[in-house]
């Protein structure tokens, strides 16, 4: 019996998935929850179980291949016997498989009923397969035959037919009834546009109407891209004005130099002259583009920088590494900032709350979701340490570790990147000393943490060589008012520059 695996939801209403790498071939054996494929959605590279128990058959999809949830990624021969037909049936076994109650695939929620009821098959010479001309056969892996009930009285032209075959290449479409008669070429009268809540949340931040929108998604869904192409659609894009060439101008042959005789050919390879290249916007990199932008443009941004003397700070962490108790804990300069970081969201709790214009409502976070902006070859991820407002400076580090090892192998999941409240970005890694950090959406506050440098400094009224830092500060201006964020950036510098201060402050 053949069972087909389409890709499921990874989780917060993703709507594809590339393949990474397949661990499996045609013909392997696999076990229930067998570790099958790596696969990278828009925020984490994740592990993907198989559902069934038996031989791969057919891998439907390559690796680097982006894949639609819904759509067949790879069929399992599971043994057994398929269903008896009867003599009028002429759907394929797979067909016929694919109307039981598909197993449980752990992580991602139990299989979907169809209703108390079973679907009827298509009787011989009917449905949209049979009278295209597809062979049974063709729908033998990943596809149902259409209801009867579906199927018009009057035959649609060939070219409506050929579109429809092209529009339902699976079980998923061909199920609904909305589907088929869109693929006919019959209009739908007051269906609710098809989109996830996140996409109806940023259409209505950005005042558009959903029923205005074309989706491009699968079955037209509509995505956050099909929302933003809305709005520059009005936008004229400039036409290049060519540049007349003279007609007198001499043809110089290929591969030749300019100015050279004909015989004489350029010694760089070819290729060597590419001007560009392009490379497809997916994944991380879409992501984190569409967060940028959308924090950039909804939330006002504000920068303040401070630049203080940290040389308290660091001979605090000498101390720490020279004392038993503390010497392979780990603590570091990013652990003292964020454990200043927490005590001060304390004192000035509007940096680590929400703005939720939907609902008309600021939500207040009681608790602090530490984000660390990490650089990673995948790009740019922000996992969180959940409570880090209740870790002492030991738990900050082991949590910081972990969760940079975590970043940086690529096994960061869904579940670490959601849900930050506040977050620091260590810009001084980089040799950095400042900069304008754009928030996280959904976040009120960033610190960015700049270079830390020997330089002359007033130290006990006289000129010294300290080690001095850069704080910069970007906050939300709907949410925290600029005495409150010049505030919360004073107490972690007061921190920093004297650690024995933190005992005024609690």
């Not at 209403?13 to 990278?40: F, R």
């Not at 929620?109 to 009787?123: I, K, L, N, S, T």
């Not at 005789?261 to 490379?279: D, K, L, S, V």
């Amino acid at each position: 019996m053949i069972k087909v695996f389409k890709l499921p939801d990874l989780g917060e209403g993703l709507t594809e998935s590339e393949i990474v790498a397949w661990l499996v071939a045609p013909g392997d054996e696999v076990t229930l929850n067998q570790h099958i494929a790596d696969v990278e959605t828009a925020k984490a590279v994740v592990e993907l179980p198989s559902p069934f128990a038996g031989v791969v058959r057919v891998l439907h999809q390559p690796a680097g291949v982006v894949v639609h949830v819904g759509d067949p990624i790879v069929s399992f021969d599971i043994g057994g016997e398929p269903d008896p037909l009867s003599t009028a049936d002429v759907a394929a076994p797979a067909a016929a498989a694919t109307e039981q109650r598909e197993a449980n695939l752990v992580g991602y929620g139990p299989a979907v009923e169809r209703g108390g009821h079973p679907q009827r098959r298509a009787r011989a010479g009917s449905g949209p397969a049979a009278v295209a001309g597809r062979p049974a056969s063709d729908q033998a892996i990943g596809e149902k035959a259409a209801p009867a009930d579906h199927v018009p009285s009057a035959a649609p032209p060939a070219a409506a037919l050929a579109a429809a075959d092209r529009v339902m290449p699976d079980a998923a479409s061909v199920d609904q009834p909305a589907a088929a008669s869109t693929a006919l070429g019959v209009a739908l009268v007051g269906e609710r546009p098809r989109s996830t809540p996140p996409v109806r949340a940023l259409a209505r931040d950005l005042g558009i109407d959903l029923t205005t929108v074309t989706g491009t998604g699968r079955d037209g869904l509509i995505t956050r891209d099909d929302v933003r192409a809305h709005l520059t659609r009005s936008v004229p894009v400039p036409v290049p004005v060519p540049v007349p060439v003279p007609q007198t101008m001499p043809q110089v042959p290929s591969g030749a130099l300019p100015g050279s005789p004909a015989g004489i050919q350029a010694a760089t390879p070819a290729g060597a002259f590419e001007r560009e290249t392009r490379t497809p916007i997916r994944s991380l990199r879409k992501l984190t583009a569409a967060a940028m932008v959308h924090s950039a443009f909804t939330a006002p941004h504000v920068t303040e920088f401070l630049t203080i003397d940290v040389t308290p700070t660091l001979e605090l962490l000498d101390s720490l590494r020279a004392d038993g108790r503390f010497a392979d804990a780990g603590i570091g300069i990013l652990a003292v900032v964020a454990k200043a970081l927490c005590l001060a969201v304390g004192r000035t709790p509007a940096v680590n709350a929400r703005w939720d214009e939907p609902a008309g409502e600021i939500v207040q976070f009681h608790h602090v979701n530490l984000g660390i902006a990490a650089a990673t070859p995948r790009g740019l991820l922000v996992p969180n340490i959940v409570d880090a407002d209740r870790l002492d400076l030991r738990g900050l580090a082991a949590a910081l570790a972990a969760l940079t090892t975590a970043a940086r192998a690529g096994t960061t999941t869904p579940a670490a990147l959601a849900g930050g409240t506040i977050t620091i970005t260590n810009i001084g890694v980089f040799g950095i000393d400042a900069g304008t950090p754009i928030l996280n959406p959904g976040e009120a506050a960033i610190l960015a943490l700049g270079a830390i440098r020997s330089q002359p400094w007033e130290y006990r009224g006289q000129v010294a060589l300290r080690k001095v830092l850069t704080l910069s500060l970007s906050f939300d201006h709907r949410l925290v008012d600029g005495e409150q964020g010049s505030r919360f950036l004073a107490d972690i510098a007061t921190i920093l520059a004297d650690p024995a201060r933190v005992l005024t402050m609690v």
